[in-house]
């Protein structure tokens, strides 16, 4: 071979070994086995770096102030996926191209209302209306509703109140859409405030919704300032000592959020 020619051969094969490297580093995230070593945002002051690492192997961690700025990380390619609660996340991916979620979680847990211990009565309300929205297909428009596969939530519906047995406080963190959130006329809506109001609804009671920080929830029912909680809880043993939940409502756990 002259001379001549060996520049131009070393040139194309470098570009032909780094466009396969480039093909290998974009190759699809689709199982949590694809994330050991790989860096996850995840929102500051939780504990879900500690669920990653109980999963994926030598997991690094980026902190954001939520969990749509983890998200954003991930479709700007900052971070390779992004870790929190499976229906935070689905509903992040509904409203923004390019995100998808893994099918195999990192925790599966369980969600549920938390009422002042000995209130069995409460509890059992909520029970029964869980079941009956269940039985009746309320639940499943729910779920359609407040979780489309496409797009942001629906309208919160109206569901009239009588009030005639007094006034059912619900205390709830209105930061966790879909399930709690404030809506674009500052009304707080979502998942667990429709169910909340079926459950006035059933008790003959209207219903006086109380915003807090996530933190104070449990002790706030636990002390009976507020006769029920709810904002995509889930539902532990070490909670369970302070406050009685309601039979699990909602399957959900930490899901990991990649690019498409």
């Not at 001379?3 to 490297?21: E, F, T, Y």
């Amino acid at each position: 071979m002259s001379k001549r020619w060996m520049v131009p051969v070393v040139v194309v094969a470098a570009i032909v070994a780094s466009g396969i490297l480039a093909c290998g580093s974009n190759e699809p995230i689709t199982s949590l086995d694809q994330l050991e070593g790989k860096r996850f945002a995840v929102p500051r002051g939780t504990v879900a770096d500690s669920l990653v690492l109980s999963r994926v192997k030598d997991a690094e961690f980026t902190y954001f102030g939520s969990a749509l700025d983890c998200c954003l990380a991930v479709k700007d390619g900052k971070v390779d996926a992004a870790a929190y609660d499976e229906p935070i996340l689905r509903n992040i991916a509904a409203k923004y191209d390019g995100l998808v979620i893994l099918s195999d979680m990192i925790t599966v847990d369980d969600y549920g209302f938390a009422v002042a211990p000995g209130n069995q009565g409460l509890k059992a309300a909520i029970d029964d209306t869980v079941k009956q929205l269940k039985d009746d297909g309320t639940y499943e428009q729910m779920v359609e509703r407040w979780l489309p596969g496409k797009g942001a939530p629906g309208a919160m519906p109206a569901i009239p109140l009588d009030g005639s047995n007094g006034v059912l406080t619900l205390g709830t963190a209105p930061v966790t859409e879909p399930f709690s959130f404030i809506d674009g006329s500052q009304k707080v809506v979502g998942f667990d405030i429709e169910l909340a109001t079926y459950v006035a609804q059933k008790l003959g009671k209207s219903l006086q919704i109380i915003s807090m920080d996530f933190g104070e929830m449990i002790p706030k029912v636990a002390a009976g300032e507020v006769d029920m909680v709810a904002a995509c809880i889930t539902i532990t043993e070490e909670r369970s000592k302070a406050v009685l939940f309601s039979e699990p409502y909602y399957q959900g756990g930490i899901a990991a959020l990649v690019r498409k």
